[in-house]
């Protein structure tokens, strides 16, 4: 399975993520420039956190109209898996792959922390090795995290299952103390309709050895190789 | 021609810097302050003389970059030689 990891100006998880793909979990890896746009050889491409052409204007506003996000869609249409966190998924709202916005973290404050997180729909290429309900820790870096979507979308996201992952208590308690960012009903993660393109606040490649507290980021990782490589739908270059 | 696109956040959405910078201005004695919500202005200088067209392409880069439609309103302001035509 091929790895795509994407760098606009200003990103600064694009070395981890290639080094967990790359180095701890020994699938291919490469780097994705953001004005390439034939990603034809790969089977997932990751959105990486960090401040993305400084993050100005809005997080994720200008990297959101770029050539290789712009490409995105033709990707997608295609089979292709996309992962994006943290300044990934704000990406990922602002061009809108994704339904709503990540706005800034009702606190006012940075938030660099451990989370856990409930997950609400282990049907997804992501979370299929997980199991409904199940609990993972793993970190949030991010000043504008708050998710918001209007009545509407949250309807259709629920109805459609497509809320992933929730900010919950050690224990697995959605509650109001364990939201990190005042995002609304807790929300962590989302999909879009088909499954294929996840955004999540937290950063999975920051969780994928145990000298770095924890592994459970591999666990998407695990899920989505698995989903790919077992029912043969890896890419044909 | 000159613009300025203001973009703010719509009603009813929750605006937590918009209330610090209120609760800053009441520990300075402001205390008239009822409501106060930060938004952002930007000028643009542009070519042409057609106020009417400017507008129109003023309101597509607001949909399409300068406004995120799910969480911000904006109104558009051509200035032209020191006068101010408000247009929306």
């Known amino acids: 399975m091929r790895f795509g990891v994407v760098i606009f100006p200003g990103t600064w998880s694009d070395c981890d993520f290639h080094y967990v793909i790359g180095e701890v979990l020994r699938q291919p890896v490469k780097y994705v420039w953001h004005r390439d746009t034939d990603l034809g050889d790969l089977d997932c491409l990751i959105l990486p956190g960090g401040f993305s052409y400084g993050d100005y204007l809005r997080a994720g506003a200008i990297a959101g109209r770029s050539p290789v996000v712009e490409a995105l869609p033709d990707f997608v249409a295609r089979g292709g898996h996309v992962l994006g966190s943290c300044n990934g998924f704000q990406i990922l709202c602002e061009a809108g792959m994704l339904p709503g916005a990540l706005m800034r973290n009702e606190c006012l404050q940075y938030r660099c922390q451990s989370t856990h997180l409930f997950v609400e729909n282990a049907d997804t290429p992501f979370t299929r090795g997980l199991r409904p309900g199940q609990v993972l820790k793993m970190p949030i870096s991010h000043g504008e995290g708050k998710y918001y979507a209007d009545a509407e979308t949250l309807r259709t996201l629920k109805a459609r299952n497509r809320i992933v992952f929730r900010y919950c208590t050690e224990a697995g308690d959605v509650t109001k103390d364990a939201n990190p960012n005042g995002s609304i009903e807790n929300i962590a993660g989302i999909v879009n309709d088909a499954g294929t393109v996840l955004g999540l606040m937290p950063h999975p490649e920051r969780a994928a050895e145990s000298a770095m507290g924890g592994t459970d980021g591999l666990l998407l990782f695990h899920s989505l190789i698995g989903s790919l490589v077992e029912d043969g739908s890896v890419l044909k270059g | ?88």
């Open chain 2, 1 to 88: 021609m000159r613009a300025r696109v203001f973009v703010r956040l719509k009603r009813g959405i929750l605006d937590p810097q918009g209330a610090a910078v209120k609760r800053a201005l009441e520990g300075l004695g402001y205390r008239e302050v009822q409501e106060l919500r930060v938004g952002k202005v930007l000028e643009l200088e542009l070519e042409g003389t057609d106020p009417g067209q400017a507008h129109g392409r003023l309101e597509e880069m607001c949909r399409r970059l300068l406004a995120n439609p799910v969480t911000e309103e904006f109104t558009v302001e051509i200035v032209e030689d020191g006068a101010r035509q408000r247009l929306a």
